[in-house]
């Protein structure tokens, strides 16, 4: 039904019944939240399998126990790099959040520069933001006074003839934020144009950096994975490879927060921050590095663990999928979602001005969803129209009541909004 279509009387008539579905939903008392990607209990029950391991621990080299070894056991960094399709000599195994790497890594770079070149912050730093993306990146540059200019996302990526005009012409902008892979929060993985041209463009800036946020390089939720172009080669190709810093974690592998980091860069790069980096770390947790090298072993094994992980959440994206699809179609122009191949995310487009009003509905009915407008710098969607549906954490009962709420307060809002814009 394309609710555009509609008369005037006809979606007063939908707004009576859906007003009386809202009120015998919240009068049920419930509390369920979608809003954060977190892994469930299930998933972390694989993670704690780690700490399993029977006697693998007694092969582990003494000297890991001890100080040492800051750029990470050679174990980790060799994985790590076939994650990331980089040399193990490219990688620096950090903690226990990449997310912490990123925000050292812009704080270094404002503090003492890129590469002995002038710091960030002796000037009004600008990094670019696709949007929708990941509110902590936004978070990180908003904390650090770093102005922000948006650039809209299509289904290859970042709008790339946007992109190169603006590095192109301002020596200010710095960086920009990429989650290259199933991106929080489209779930849409960069083309191979984008990714060459985001590696060959003329930058203004020589020392402009891409954050490479390659959190979802292995999080798989189809059968096949979506390909995407290696940057750093296709970088090294142009001399570009000091433009690329490349973060992972295992979060979403074994335990969230509880697992190990890396940032994989250039020499010139892994120079430049261990020069920086020796000040304010003797050595990461190897013990904790050689316990997921032994849990993880190589890229095959890791690929099991991820299909286990699948197993379970995969339905949680189909329950979603296949509900939209039943209420909504693909023509109500009230509702437009993604269907990832893989990470953690779905994107649900709602009528242009209804989003935040979806929000709030949601939160009278019990459902906790991520705050409207989160997805942009400073929290501000013009169009007020995206959401955005974590669906791994909650159980399988909670996911029906999400969507039953969900699509209530979806119904509702824009059609309350429609109504309005015919009066
Ligand atoms: C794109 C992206 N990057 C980073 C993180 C956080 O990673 P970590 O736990 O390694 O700090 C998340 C978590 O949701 C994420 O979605």
């Not at 040399?87 to 620096?92: K, L, M, S, Y």
């Not at 402009?208 to 292995?218: G, L, M, P, S, T």
């Not at 699948?310 to 979602?337: M, Q, R, T, V, Y």
């Not at 779905?346 to 019990?366: F, P, S, W």
Request: charged content about 25%; some cysteine; overall charge negative.
């Amino acid at each position: 039904m394309n609710y555009l279509d509609l008369s005037k009387e006809k979606l007063e008539q939908l707004l009576d019944a859906t007003n009386e579905e809202f009120k015998a939903i919240r009068a049920k008392g419930y509390s369920v939240d979608i809003s954060r990607g977190k892994p469930c209990s299930e998933q972390l029950d694989f993670g704690m399998e780690m700490y399993n391991l029977g006697d693998s621990l007694k092969h582990m080299p003494k000297n890991y126990r001890n100080y040492g070894m800051l750029d990470g056991i050679p174990e980790m960094k060799k994985l790590f790099g076939e994650m990331l399709g980089l040399n193990a000599d490219e990688i620096i195994v950090c903690g226990n959040s990449s997310l912490n790497l990123m925000y050292d890594t812009v704080q270094r770079n404002l503090q003492f520069g890129v590469c002995g070149q002038t710091p960030w912050n002796k000037i009004k730093t600008k990094f670019i933001c696709p949007v929708p993306g990941y509110d902590r990146h936004f978070a990180i540059c908003e904390h650090f006074g770093i102005e922000m200019i948006s650039v809209p996302m299509d289904e290859h990526g970042p709008v790339m003839d946007i992109v190169e005009k603006l590095v192109a012409l301002d020596d200010t902008i710095k960086g920009i934020w990429c989650v290259p892979k199933y991106s929080n929060p489209t779930g849409v993985t960069y083309s191979d144009e984008v990714v060459e041209r985001l590696a060959k463009m003329e930058t203004k800036a020589k020392d402009f950096r891409i954050f490479w946020d390659n959190a979802y390089c292995v999080h798989d939720l189809g059968d096949v994975t979506d390909p995407l172009l290696n940057i750093m080669d296709t970088a090294r190709k142009y001399g570009n490879e000091d433009r690329i810093y490349e973060f992972t974690s295992t979060s979403k592998i074994t335990l969230a927060g509880g697992g190990v980091s890396c940032i994989g860069c250039s020499e010139n790069n892994k120079k430049d921050i261990l020069s920086h980096l020796t000040y304010q770390c003797i050595s990461y947790d190897k013990v904790s590095q050689y316990i997921h090298y032994i849990y993880m072993k190589d890229m095959d094994h890791l690929k099991e663990i991820m299909n286990k992980h699948k197993a379970i959440i995969k339905p949680k994206f189909d329950k979603f999928e296949n509900a939209f699809l039943e209420e909504f179609g693909l023509d109500s122009n009230i509702a437009k979602w993604t269907n990832p191949n893989g990470g953690y995310f779905i994107t649900l487009d709602v009528y242009k001005g209804c989003a935040n009003r979806v929000y709030q509905l949601c939160k009278e009915a019990g459902l906790t969803l991520t705050k409207a407008g989160a997805p942009f710098p400073y929290g501000q969607d013009d169009a007020d129209a995206t959401l955005r549906i974590a669906p791994t954490f909650t159980s399988d009962s909670d996911i029906d009541i999400s969507i039953k709420i969900l699509i209530c307060c979806v119904k509702k809002a824009c059609l309350e909004k429609l109504i309005g814009d015919k009066n």
